[in-house]
Structures are given as structure tokens and as C-alpha cells.
């Protein structure tokens, strides 16, 4: 397939433009596909009978988490305390914030939960626990907690059958509240069958159950079980003691999902818009002007069945060109070539330059959504009415 020259018509607040007159690189939302996404995971968490508290890490954008919110999510699962401050600023008041607490971040927390937010923090070790139990008795406040779960050796948490565990429970005392119990396959991301998918998510939910059961049986409460990872939420054949599922990145799929296997091609909602600035045609190359600084370094197709390097090219209309990919990337060039690593002079009516002359608009998919979307200060989101919208992403911690 070959790409379009003509840049696609779009509309902002009812004035044609073209995609071309959009200052590249930028990060485009596929609005259409992002609901169908949004709605697919919500109504698998409906008949699953879980609520949904979306990881807003992947988006970090308030406008993404209200159409979440408005299409049945319940609370919001954040990675920095940032994004519970922004977040809870916008309304969003029930938030769990899913990275082992910093006891030299408790009073950030104090602040938020004092204000209003009901943001739950998690543990997975003795020191932290006694600092938060410390800092509640010495404010007066107790602080909901739950304790981080390790169900398959992928980072964080205690193991399940461990004696850690319960001593991780007592040792939050009168200090702090335990909630319960979460956990994250973090795995899922390394699997490619249902079989194994199924499998995985199945031990997700096992061990942290499993978990609850032993703190219950030693006197500590644990209302709470909490798992998930968008591979196992789309996988998992029973929720049987969960009472939440967290996933974030099915709001936009990427090409490490793609290569799991939980998403098609057209269901991926995140693109970057580029364009070509110039050619190396003794290399079979053309040149663009989304490097590493917008595409991110994250290669996380390596060692998956199908590598893209750091991107699969589409047109501006975002049909994938599928022999070409980006292959190299610079900090603001990106280099796009054949998939097999043939410079198009080795082939007859294959010349880059010629496929792809200055001014070409392409989009480019990538690997992991989280690390694209990160490298933006905001999105263009192409709208389901054919126009255009700007919705302003934050970062930091």
C-alpha cells in the first residue's frame, strides 16, 4: 500500500483546515476509536459484575477520564501524586494511587485527603507500613491503605502465602485503615495466546484472593481485592472475589498490546502525525521530523513475535504502508525504510523519494502509549464530527 499525498480534511470549530496546517510532530486521538475502546472494557467489566477504576498513567488527561467516568468507571487509579492532585482538582475524588508509598510523601497525601480526596495508598514492606501507621497516629488521621500484592514476579509486592503479609497488615495498627489487597500482572505484557493469557490473569486473581482470605483469617479486615493489567482484564474467565479491576492503556491500545493479542489494528487510538523532511535515497530512507523526543525510546516490540521498531507507518488517513517502518529514530529525526532492510534503489519502482517526496503527512503508531503520549504536552483529538479538538495533557511527578 501506498501513502496518500493529499492530507486529510478535517475541521476545527467548523473551519476546514488539513491535517497539514497541524504543526508536527503531534499526538493525535482517534476519538472513535478511543469510545469503542472505553466501552469494550467497560462492558467486559459489567458482565465480569467488577467495577472498573481506570489507570489514568496511560492518558493523563482529564477530558480521557471523564468519557471513562461517564461510561460506568467507578474511582481512578493514578502512578504519581501529581496526577491524584490534578485529578482531584478536576472532580475526581476517589483515586488509588498504585506506587508503593514514600514515606517522605505522606504529608502530600495528608494534604490531599484532607481536602476532600479519598486517595488510598499501598505498602509492601515493614518500614512502610510503620510509617504510615506512625504519621497516622501522629496527625490524628487515619490513612486507607492496601497491600501491594506480588502474583507472578514481574516487580512489586509480598507473595501471597508469605508470613510478611500479615505482618505487613499488623504493623498498620490503629495508625492507618487496611482496605484490602491489589495486585498487577505485569507479565501479561511478555504473553502472545489466549491460553496463557487466561492462565496468567487466572493466577492474578488466584493469589490475591488468596491473600485477602489469609489477612481475614487473622483477625485484620480486608474489604478490598483489586487487580489487573489490560491483558488480564480482556482475558481472565472469572472475577470470583475481586471486587476491582484496574487497566489503563486499553483506552488507546499500542503495538505491545497489538502483538499480545488483545486488540486489532483498528482499535489502536493514539498516532503521532509527522512529516517527511528529506531523504537518504542511496539508503533507501526518508527522513521525518518525529524523532525519539516524540515517539520515545521505548522498544517494547523487541523481543515480542513482530518487532516495529519504533513505529509502524501509516498514511495520513492512517492505513498502515505495510513494508515500510520507522526504523531509527534521532532526537528529532525519525527514519523511515523498508521492513525487510532493502534500500528502495535495490528494487524496481520502489524509490523512497518518489513514494514518499517533502511534505508527505504520515502517521505513526507506537509502541507503548504510555511512553508516547508522554512525550506531548497536549493532544489533537480528530473527533467523531469531523473537527478537532485540543485537549491538554500534564506530567511530572
Known amino acids: 500500500m501506498t501513502s496518500s499525498r493529499r492530507a486529510a480534511s478535517i475541521s476545527i470549530e467548523g473551519a476546514a483546515v488539513q491535517l497539514s496546517e497541524i504543526a508536527t510532530p503531534a499526538a493525535l486521538i482517534d476519538e472513535a476509536r478511543m469510545t469503542r475502546n472505553i466501552a469494550r472494557m467497560q462492558e467486559r467489566m459489567g458482565a465480569l459484575g467488577v467495577r472498573l477504576r481506570p489507570h489514568v498513567k496511560t492518558p493523563k488527561c482529564i477530558e480521557v477520564a471523564r468519557l471513562q467516568e ?23 475524588a476517589d483515586v488509588l494511587y498504585a506506587v508503593a508509598i514514600l514515606p517522605a510523601k505522606l504529608d502530600r497525601v495528608l494534604a490531599l485527603r484532607r481536602r476532600g480526596c479519598r486517595l488510598t495508598i499501598i505498602v509492601d514492606s515493614i518500614i512502610a507500613a510503620q510509617a504510615v501507621a506512625a504519621k497516622g497516629r501522629q496527625e490524628n488521621h487515619k490513612l486507607d491503605v492496601m497491600i501491594e500484592i ?22 498498620l495498627g490503629d495508625g492507618a485503615s487496611l482496605k484490602g489487597v491489589m495486585t498487577h500482572a505485569g507479565s ?31 483477625g485484620l479486615t480486608c474489604p478490598e481485592v483489586s487487580v489487573g493489567s489490560t491483558p488480564t482484564a480482556l482475558s481472565c474467565a472469572s472475577a470470583a472475589g475481586v471486587t476491582e479491576v484496574r487497566a489503563g492503556v486499553y483506552v488507546f491500545f499500542d503495538l505491545v498490546m497489538l502483538n499480545v493479542g488483545v486488540c486489532g489494528l483498528d482499535e489502536l487510538a493514539l498516532s503521532v502525525l509527522t512529516t517527511v523532511i528529506g531523504h537518504q535515497p542511496d539508503k533507501g530512507w526518508a527522513i521525518v521530523d518525529a524523532g525519539w523526543m516524540a515517539m520515545s525510546r521505548d522498544r517494547g516490540t523487541q523481543r515480542q513475535r513482530t518487532d516495529y521498531r519504533y513505529g509502524m507507518v501509516c498514511d495520513a488517513a492512517l492505513n498502515p504502508i505495510d513494508d515500510l517502518l520507522l526504523s531509527g529514530t534521532n532526537q528529532e529525526h525519525g527514519i523511515v525504510s523498508r521492513r525487510d532492510g532493502l534500500a528502495d534503489h535495490d528494487l524496481a519502482n520502489h524509490d523512497i523519494a518518489r513514494r514518499l517526496p517533502i511534505g508527505t503527512q504520515l502517521r505513526i503508531l507506537p509502541n507503548h502509549a504510555c511512553a508516547t503520549g508522554a512525550q506531548f504536552a497536549d493532544y489533537h483529538v480528530l473527533t467523531r464530527a469531523g473537527g478537532v479538538q485540543i485537549w491538554r495533557r500534564f506530567s511530572g511527578w
Open 70 to 92: 461517564a461510561a460506568g468507571a467507578d474511582g481512578i487509579t493514578v502512578s504519581t501524586l501529581k496526577e491524584a492532585e490534578q485529578f482531584f482538582a478536576a472532580g475526581f
Open 150 to 171: 506480588d502474583c507472578d514476579g514481574h516487580r512489586s509486592g509480598v507473595d501471597a502465602e508469605s508470613d510478611l503479609l500479615i505482618e505487613i497488615g499488623r504493623a
Open 188 to 218: 501479561s505484557y511478555e504473553l502472545d495466546t489466549p491460553a496463557a493469557l487466561r492462565a496468567l490473569a487466572e493466577q492474578e486473581r488466584s493469589r490475591a484472593v488468596r491473600a485477602a482470605e489469609r489477612l481475614r483469617a487473622a
